[in-house]
């Protein structure tokens, strides 16, 4: 029955129960209830039971409560009460057939008796839970003085709908002396119609409930098999129940006519502003179900130290259903403090805190915004260096790079990694934070004749390695242990030629050869992308080629994109007897073809061109284009600069820098520091703490090392700021400069290339892409009046082998980077011969000096520390990561700048 509903309900219903024990026990139920009032619905219901021996009557008046809805969670809970009075008689005469002078029936044959029941429902999302308690005050159903009182029942149930017609069931009760009784069932709906089915008081039951066409009227019949015990089941009872219930249609009431609703909101507005105007945007909707059709009143009120002004009143233009409009309006603080301003549409503000509405609408509660807002004193900084410059006389600049070896070497037998190697190890992590596409390779090797533990060792070797570089912070998922059964892991870094290797050379090798080494790969892409040959007389790349870019354009933007140190290197090897010039004329035809499609992820300096090592027998030049990320493991530590063979006079030794800060008492943190070159680098931080900065801080010249600023660079003084707000200020001052009045002595020396053992090839694909770049920068020096430069190409060797190899070797190597560099330079000035190459030199002062040092002179750099100069030597020969850096040719440019 559904009891649930809002319309009137009536329903008969008559049973035959137990089919088979006697054909005159019957049942019969009416019930009835109201339609929905304001608190719930009123109904009742009348129930019978008899045969020939025994009649009994229920009549149970029901009240059921509104359903109270229980916000943000969407359920609902209805409770119900029904009070029951019970009338109970015997027919004496049909008792007296088995039983003669019955003694319970001396004094009377009936009995009346009330009982109470109660329950409650709730609603979820797709089903409802119930609980009811029968016999809460127990009725007496027996004609005897209340020995046979009725016991307390506990009845549940949880039903949940699946899909449209189909709903499940299940439950049960409890009685004291019985224990529980479980019931299960499921109901199909369609068009009306229901079927059920299902278990409940020990029978398994069907039923079908058929509507009649748009009457509201229901016919029902159910049947139920019994199988409380064997007994019972094996007797085959069974009942049967015919209904008939009318459900009453309500139509629902006509629904009010459509309003419209407008709604503001804020688009955008500061809750913490300086002395300034204050500007806010709002958008205005109309979310209801009409259109407005006149114009709309917006005002602005402002309430201060108790005082309310209406600001501002507007019009904005009607607004149709679903319409937004942008509304911005604004309002000058007179002075700092703290404000509240109240935004409402559909109103003058001439009533406030009250609102002066004219359009009706289904919610006012939504006309009105409030914003507090907190107005301070602007915060302003003047900058002013008590010395904007100073003059020196004299002056020698030395730059000098720390390399990075990306190779651990270990004691024989053993994978302990020495602890000078952990600061090349913590660089290349740090570094592996800004190339999330690159994976580090680590591969550990053993000597043949110093270690004996064998391929275990090699893996141990690279497995320390590996995860150092990890603890170290390089992500887990781009460090990669290569497995030994993928390389040669006994392949020896220098190999023993000669049975004749002196015992020192010979211990010195095997150090070499105990190592694991560290490379960088970018992933996804093969190192060498593409290779091709074009003739020297074309004008265009070949198709072929421009397809293979076309293709690989936008995953290379990208790689180049999120990784800091990948590179696009394009190499170029010359046919046989041509002039490299044109070479590399086609090398920057296949540059600026792919620039375009780089986007602004990379600019010129990240697609290097560069010549390859040899000739080509073949008319036609070989290109080759390298993805490599070897910059990660082979870019310097860090610049070594020193400054020396100056003077500055006492008086100017010390500058002061006058900061003058507004409102300094909101000021939260400050940092006031020294950048060069209009932001691009932090030479040294003055002051750094909370609160506002000192308003005299002194500086001494001088960069974080201690070392001279570079008098080539613009110099400014910043000044960051942060308020209690959270809000920052950036100011600047103007350019500080150093002037060298007599003579500049500068030297920057780069170690461009570094060898394989006994050879003059190079290690790294990216320390041969820097040649382009020192190109460039040479000729920008030569254009700096009066500048006298000379470039030192010097190759150098370790101190394995004899004197007169390696003096060889120094050679060959020198003059090969030579040759590359000039030719560089010749291609970058645009010049077609060596004979016009040559009187540019001559006309800018440039002279090309080649060396060749063999291993006289270790690898070593000029740090400035504690205030002092010192000498620090990296190429240590007694090491074998200082052998490794001797390998090498360094590319000094040194300037003698002479100043009237």
Not at 299 to 308: I, K, M, N, Q
Not at 396 to 414: A, C, D, K, M
Request: hydrophobic share 40%; proline share 6%; with cysteine.
């Amino acid at each position: 029955i559904p009891i649930w509903e809002n319309g009137r309900i009536f329903s008969a219903q008559f049973a035959k129960p137990f089919y088979g024990i006697g054909d005159n026990l019957y049942t019969a139920k009416l019930s009835f209830f109201s339609r929905k009032l304001y608190f719930g619905r009123l109904g009742g219901r009348f129930e019978h039971i008899s045969n020939k021996y025994f009649g009994l009557e229920k009549i149970a008046p029901i009240g059921i409560s509104s359903e109270f809805h229980v916000p943000y969670i969407g359920i609902g809970v209805n409770g119900w009460l029904s009070p029951t009075l019970f009338y109970g008689h015997y027919a004496v005469s049909n008792f007296h057939e088995f039983v003669g002078n019955d003694p319970v029936f001396a004094d009377r044959s009936w009995f009346l008796s009330v009982g109470l029941d109660g329950g409650a429902r709730l609603r979820i999302k797709n089903g409802h839970i119930n609980l009811w308690l029968e016999n809460i005050v127990k009725p007496c159903l027996s004609v005897s003085s209340g020995e046979n009182s009725s016991q307390r029942r506990v009845n549940f149930t949880a039903d949940y709908r699946l899909g449209r017609f189909l709903w499940l069931w299940a439950g049960g009760k409890y009685q004291a002396g019985i224990g529980f009784v479980p019931q299960a069932g499921a109901k199909f709906s369609y068009a009306g119609a229901n079927f059920l089915a299902g278990v409940r008081n020990y029978s398994a039951w069907v039923e079908l409930v058929l509507p009649f066409y748009k009457s509201g009227f229901h016919f029902g019949y159910s049947m139920g098999y019994h199988f409380a015990t064997p007994e019972v089941a094996s007797s085959g009872l069974v009942s049967h129940e015919v209904s008939l219930i009318y459900a009453e249609r309500v139509k629902p009431p006509p629904p009010p006519p459509p309003k419209p609703n407008l709604f503001v909101m804020i688009d955008s507005i500061a809750d913490v502003v300086p002395l300034d105007t204050v500007k806010m945007r709002m958008m205005v909707a109309n979310n209801g179900e009409a259109p407005i059709d006149s114009p709309i009143l917006v005002s602005l009120v402002r309430v201060a130290y108790g005082d309310t002004k209406v600001v501002r009143v507007d019009t904005l233009p009607p607004l149709d259903v679903g319409d937004t409009i942008g509304y911005s309006i604004s309002f000058l603080p007179k002075v700092p403090g703290s404000y509240s301003v109240f935004l409402t549409v559909d109103d003058d503000g001439s009533r406030f805190p009250g609102v002066n509405g004219k359009i009706l609408e289904t919610d006012e509660t939504d006309n009105r915004l409030a914003q507090s807002i907190t107005v301070y004193e602007k915060v302003r900084a003047e900058i002013k260096p008590k010395l904007p410059f100073i003059s020196i006389p004299t002056l020698t600049y030395i730059r000098q790079e720390e390399p990075l070896e990306p190779i651990v070497f270990f004691e024989p037998n053993s994978d302990s990694i020495p602890p000078r190697f952990m600061r090349a190890l913590s660089v290349i992590a740090e570094r592996m934070i800004d190339n999330p596409e690159v994976l580090l390779e680590v591969r550990g090797y053993v000597d043949t004749l110093s270690d004996t533990l064998g391929e275990e060792l090699a893996r141990r070797r690279g497995e320390k390695v590996a995860k150092t570089l990890v603890r170290l912070g390089a992500p887990k998922s781009s460090v990669i242990l290569v497995p030994t059964s993928e390389y040669d892991y006994m392949r020896p870094r220098i190999k023993i030629v000669s049975p004749y290797v002196p015992k020192r050379d010979k211990e010195m090798i095997c150090e070499e050869n105990r190592r694991a080494e560290i490379t960088a790969k970018l992933i996804g892409v093969n190192v060498l992308a593409y290779q091709f040959e074009i003739g020297l007389d074309e004008t265009d790349l070949p198709d072929s080629a421009k397809a293979v870019f076309d293709t690989l354009a936008d995953k290379i933007a990208g790689l180049l994109c999120s990784n800091a140190n990948a590179v696009i290197l394009i190499e170029g090897i010359p046919p046989k007897g041509t002039d490299p010039v044109l070479t590399l004329e086609k090398l920057d035809m296949l540059r600026n073809y792919l620039l375009p499609k780089m986007q602004m992820f990379c600019p010129l300096e990240r697609i290097p061109i560069a010549l390859g090592a040899g000739e080509r027998e073949s008319d036609k030049a070989l290109v080759k284009v390298w993805l490599t990320a070897e910059e990660i493991v082979f870019k310097s530590i860090k610049e070594a600069i020193v400054a020396k063979d100056f003077d500055i006079p006492a008086e100017y030794a010390q500058n002061v820098i006058l900061v003058d800060i507004t409102a300094d008492t909101l000021i939260d943190s400050h940092m006031v520091c020294v950048i060069a070159d209009e932001g691009e680098e932090t030479t040294v931080v003055l002051s750094e703490g909370a609160g506002p900065p000192p308003k005299k801080i002194p500086w001494n010249w001088r960069d974080k090392e201690g070392n001279l600023i570079d008098p080539r660079k613009s110099y400014q003084i910043s000044v960051h700021l942060k308020d209690k707000y959270g809000h920052s200020y950036d100011f600047l001052s103007e350019p500080i400069l150093i002037l060298v009045e007599n003579w500049e002595h500068r030297t920057e020396s780069s170690v461009m290339v570094r060898f394989t053992f006994d050879e003059a090839i190079s290690e790294s694909k990216y320390l041969e892409s820097r040649l382009e770049d020192l190109a460039k920068v040479i000729i920008s020096k030569a254009n700096i009046p009066g500048n006298k430069i000379i470039v030192r190409v010097v190759g150098h060797t370790d101190i394995i082998g004899t004197p007169a190899r390696n003096l060889q070797l120094s050679y060959e190597r020198a003059n090969h980077e030579l040759y590359l560099f000039k030719e560089l330079m010749r291609f970058t000035l645009g010049l077609k011969t060596q004979e016009e190459f040559q009187k540019w030199l001559n006309d800018h002062n440039i002279k090309f000096v080649v060396e060749g040092k063999r291993d006289l002179e270790p690898y070593k750099i000029l740090r400035f520390k504690g205030g002092k100069v010192e000498e620090v030597l990296i190429g240590d020969d007694r090491l074998p990561e200082g052998r490794s850096i001797n390998r090498r040719v360094t590319i000094s440019i040194e300037e003698i700048l002479q100043r009237k």
